[in-house]
């Protein structure tokens, strides 16, 4: 396992020692050093192996929203074709990054409770740290976890739930088996919980109250708790402008929690979706997208742009494209869903409408609970494509099988474990059946 704490934007808050360990007593002891390790956290979820590029990708290319046209078939190939196997090296790597992120939020939290200068923001730093843990942990259910029917059922499998960070090689870095989903889901209850107490409502590049709100509201609905999904959803404050706002997230009235790149903090979201000169193109619209989009759906020539690509990442030269990883479309779509689930269809039909009148389409003809879920699936599917969310709505609704269906082999509906996780731990750390 790796450590993860002496990277990025932590090299200056962690000194690594020849001893293959990090030392607690030269790790954060100023205001400085815990800024520049919240930093080192957000920095990981840059990373090219998660939200740079790989997870959302993975999980849209199992989902067919992407086609793997490349030439990286052993990896991105073999999880468009749902055949993924545990020694798929993405898997591993995006698995191994998500985990070192959790270590640099654990570190933070560990060093920032020493810190007694009064002008250090300490609870709203715990707080992000503690939000930024949720969110790995819910990205590693979503994969990985759960069952074959979805999430939040009885005897649901869950992942290593590690709390403490990791900053030596010995006891600390011992392996332990996997949690239960609900050991996991309670942990990122509490976590997200911390940060609405102690995080102020507003959108930008770090995690706010609002940001914290939609991912509890997000987690709840995809554990099916359809009343709690509504109660922390209305919680988000209405953006200004979003009802008049381009649709699919183009412009910023939309983005609650964006991850910025630079020309010299990039990602690969257009690297991968061009051709030369500037991409490779790897990823090309899924078959049926297009199809998906009623008639007059303005969304559509965003999402299957007139050159086969999309219009959602086009930096080719720059690779700097924000990543949206809360949007407020998600909200709106989150309250319609769990109104309808819970009894509101005004409300539902409502919401719903927000979105349909965006995208140009007219006001839904739904009037039965499961016609406004069914309209509010489809129009995640096109408000959020490429974002990563499809595949997670497939689980949650047990409808993989019904929307794939050559995906015949149930137990794929969970990722496998990377092979190195069972083999080193002698497999205390347990493989997902049937791999």
């Not at 293959?20 to 007593?25: A, E, K, L, P, Q």
């Not at 209305?234 to 008049?244: E, I, N, Y």
Request: hydrophobic share 40%; aromatic share 8%.
């Amino acid at each position: 396992m790796s450590l993860g704490l002496a990277l990025g934007a932590c090299d200056k808050a962690v000194n690594v020692q020849p001893s293959n360990s990090v030392s607690s007593d030269t790790g954060y002891s100023t205001k400085e050093d815990a800024a520049a390790g919240l930093l080192g956290c957000y920095d990981a979820v840059q990373a090219a192996d998660y939200d740079g590029v790989a997870f959302p990708s993975t999980a849209d290319l199992i989902a067919g929203e992407i086609r793997e046209v490349g030439t990286f078939n052993t990896t991105y190939g073999v999880i468009a074709q749902n055949q993924t196997l545990p020694d798929n090296v993405q898997v591993g790597n995006t698995w191994d990054v998500i985990y070192i992120a959790i270590n640099r939020a654990n570190y933070l939290l560990q060093q920032s409770d020493k810190i007694t200068d009064p002008a250090f923001p300490k609870l709203t730093t715990q707080a992000q740290a503690r939000a930024l843990r949720a969110y790995h942990y819910m990205n590693l259910l979503g994969l990985w976890g759960g069952s074959t029917q979805g999430y939040g059922y009885d005897g649901g499998l869950g992942v290593p739930l590690r709390l403490t960070p990791t900053t030596a090689i010995g006891t600390e870095t011992a392996a332990i088996p996997r949690s239960s989903e609900a050991d996991v889901a309670t942990a990122i209850r509490a976590d997200l919980d911390f940060a609405i107490a102690n995080l102020t409502t507003g959108t930008g590049t770090t995690i706010t109250k609002s940001a914290a709100l939609a991912l509890r509201a997000r987690f709840e609905l995809r554990m099916r708790k359809y009343a709690d999904a509504l109660a922390f959803a209305k919680q988000v404050p209405a953006t200004t402008g979003f009802a008049t706002a381009a649709a699919t997230g183009l412009t910023s009235p939309d983005a609650i929690w964006q991850l910025a790149f630079s020309v010299t903090d990039q990602n690969s979201y257009a690297f991968y979706w061009y051709p030369s000169p500037g991409g490779r193109n790897e990823f090309d619209p899924g078959t049926t997208l297009a199809a998906a989009h009623p008639a007059g759906d303005r969304r559509l020539a965003v999402n299957v742009a007139a050159s086969g690509t999309t219009l959602k990442y086009t930096h080719t030269a720059t690779r700097d494209d924000p990543f949206n990883v809360v949007r407020y479309a998600e909200v709106v779509l989150t309250i319609a869903e769990a109104a309808a689930q819970t009894g509101d269809l005004t409300t539902a039909a409502a919401q719903l409408n927000i979105i349909r009148t965006r995208a140009g389409l007219a006001p839904t003809t739904a009037t039965t609970a499961a016609a406004l879920v069914t309209d509010i699936l489809l129009q995640r599917r096109l408000e959020l494509a490429y974002e990563g969310n499809y595949w997670f709505d497939l689980r949650r609704t047990n409808t993989v099988q019904t929307a794939l269906p050559t995906y015949t082999q149930t137990f794929r509906n969970l990722f496998p474990i990377p092979q190195r996780e069972t083999n080193i731990t002698n497999n205390l750390i347990a493989q997902n059946p049937m791999y």
